[in-house]
């Protein structure tokens, strides 16, 4: 990881996949830490019960929910790894570690690469093929499940 002083290994821009990205400024090597998931704390069912950020795309989210049922909610005091784009067959993964999430490098990265995670969202009840299209995914991958929800099938 990046020293306090030192450039982050990343860089925000837009993206082909969706809106803004994360894109790496040099070579990231394979399991290196990027960033850390920041954003305000809350629980899941909190964040559920609340008004959408932007009205206008009721399904994107910056919640990051965690494994004891609390949330990251990035939209709030949110740094940027949420405009870290979600990817079928992602470079980098989330790891959960004593209640924070950061994002690790699953290969070596190479400079300008965009960095991708599998979001593996879920949803409350029977996941309909009109439910898949609100969480499309755009990754471009040969592998695209076509989805961001986890339980599409492959």
Known sequence: MASPRSKPLYVVRNSVIHGKGVFARALIRRGTRIIEYRGMRSTIEAELKKDVLDPENPHHTFLFELSDGSAIEAGI??????????????????IEEDGRVFIHAKRTIQPGEELTYDYQLTVPGRVSARTKKLYACACGAKTCRGTMLVDAPR
Request: glycine letters at 12%.
């Open 77 to 94: 005091r949110g740094n940027s790894a949420r405009w870290i784009n979600h990817g079928c067959r992602p470079n980098c993964e989330a």
